[in-house]
C-alpha cells in the first residue's frame, strides 16, 4: 500500500518531534533554574518576561517578545517556590525533581541504553547508570554530597505533595487503624502527613541508620510527633496496622514477608499498604508517564514499574492472600493487602 506525500510529510514531523523532544525538557530545566514560574506567579499569574525586570539577565539570547504573556497553568505552578505559598496543593515545588530528572547524570546514562540491552554477564552493566558512571546510583549517591541532596531534595518534594494528597483521598484506607510504620520513610515526610490528618495514628518511621542517624529518635514538627526506628527492612520490621513501601521484585518479596510477619504478631492481623504504580490507565497521559517511568527505574536500578498481574505474584510469593487496588493517585494506585 503506498504512503501519500501527505502521510510522509506527517511521519517526517512527529519523527522530528521525537528526535529531538529532549529539547522541550531542557528548556524546562532551563525555567526552573531562571525561576520563570516563581516570576509570574509573584506578578498575579500572568507576565510579559520580555519586559519584566525580575528576569535574571539573558544577555538578549531569550526570544520573548513584549506582546508575549505567560501565564501559568495546572503544570507549572506545581514549580512555584515554596516560601511563597507554602508548595501547590499543600505540598513542595516539584522543581527539585525536575532538576533532578533532567540533570546530566541521567542524560548520560540514558544514552547507554543500546549497549547496556547488547550487554551480558557483565556486573558493571547491571544498568545503563552503572555502565555510564562505573558504579550503582545508590553508590554514586553515597559518595558525592551535592548529588545525594539533590536526590533527596526530588524525592522529598515529591513525597510532600503525594502525602498531601494520601490524606485527602485516602481516608478509608485509615480507618480502624491504630498504628503505622513506613517502611524506608526518609526523613517522615509521609509519616508526619498521616499524623497530622489522623491524630489518633501512631505514626513511625523505619529505615537505615544512616538516614535515621540525620533525625532525632523522635521528631517533632507541625505539632505532630514522629518516631524513627533504625533497622533494615529486609530483616525485621515493628509490628503495626500499616506498613508503606515499594521496591524492586526480589527484595520486595522480601520485604513484604517481613511486613506479614510484622503485622501477624500478638494474635491480631493489620494490613499492608502499597503506594505506588499499577500500568494501566484509561488516561493516555498518565499511561505514557507510567511508561516513561518505567523506562527511568531500568535505567537507574534493578526496579521497574508493575502491571497488575505482577503485583498480584509478588504477594501470593510473600504469602498474601487478598488485595485491593485503588487507582486513586494519577500515575500512583493505593494498594490494601492482607494475609
Known amino acids: 500500500m503506498a504512503t501519500s506525500s501527505a502521510e ?8 522530528c518531534c521525537h528526535t529531538i523532544g529532549y529539547l522541550m525538557s531542557m528548556a524546562l530545566h532551563t525555567a526552573v533554574k531562571l525561576g520563570i514560574p516563581t516570576i509570574i506567579h509573584r506578578h498575579g499569574g500572568a507576565a510579559s518576561l520580555s519586559e519584566d525586570q525580575d528576569v535574571p539577565a539573558t544577555g538578549g539570547k531569550a526570544r520573548a517578545t513584549a506582546a508575549c504573556v505567560y501565564r501559568l497553568n495546572p503544570k507549572s505552578r506545581l514549580l512555584v517556590d515554596d516560601d511563597i505559598h507554602g508548595g501547590s496543593g499543600g505540598g513542595r515545588s516539584l522543581s527539585p525533581y525536575v532538576l533532578m530528572g533532567t540533570t546530566p547524570l541521567y542524560v548520560l546514562a540514558s544514552l547507554k541504553f543500546h549497549q547496556w540491552l547488547l550487554s551480558e554477564g557483565d556486573a558493571a552493566a547491571a544498568t545503563p ?22 536526590f533527596n531534595e ?8 503525594l502525602a498531601g494528597l494520601v490524606v485527602r483521598e485516602c481516608g478509608g484506607v485509615f480507618a480502624g487503624v491504630s498504628s503505622v510504620v513506613d517502611v524506608g520513610g526518609g526523613d517522615g515526610t509521609m509519616a508526619r502527613a498521616i ?10 518511621v523505619l529505615d537505615l541508620p544512616q538516614v535515621v542517624d540525620g533525625t ?8 505532630v510527633t514522629v518516631e524513627f526506628v533504625a533497622g533494615d527492612m529486609m530483616e525485621f520490621i515493628p509490628p503495626a496496622d500499616h506498613v508503606l513501601h515499594n521496591w524492586s521484585d526480589e527484595d520486595c518479596v522480601k520485604i513484604l514477608t517481613r511486613c506479614r510477619e510484622a503485622i501477624t504478631k500478638g494474635g491480631t492481623t493489620g494490613k499492608v499498604v502499597v503506594i505506588d504504580t499499577v500500568i494501566g490507565s ?16 531500568m535505567m537507574l536500578v ?8 505482577n503485583w498480584h505474584t509478588i504477594f501470593k510469593e510473600a504469602g498474601f492472600s487478598h488485595c485491593k487496588i485503588q487507582p486513586i493517585l494519577g500515575m500512583r494506585s493505593v494498594i490494601e493487602v492482607c494475609p
Open 8 to 15: 510522509i510529510m506527517q511521519a517526517e514531523a512527529e519523527l
Open 302 to 309: 534493578d526496579g521497574k514499574e508493575r502491571e497488575e498481574q
Open 195 to 204: 499524623a497530622r490528618g489522623f491524630p489518633h495514628v501512631k505514626c513511625s
Open 282 to 297: 484509561p488516561s493516555q497521559k498518565i499511561l505514557e508517564a507510567q511508561v516513561l517511568m518505567d523506562m527511568c527505574m
Open 154 to 161: 526530588a524525592m522529598g518534594a515529591s513525597s510532600q505533595l
Open 216 to 223: 532525632s529518635s523522635s521528631s517533632a514538627r507541625d505539632d
Open 129 to 150: 547508570f552503572a555502565m555510564a558512571h562505573g558504579d550503582t546510583f545508590y553508590s554514586v549517591a553515597g559518595r558525592d554530597a551535592g548529588i545525594n541532596a539533590a
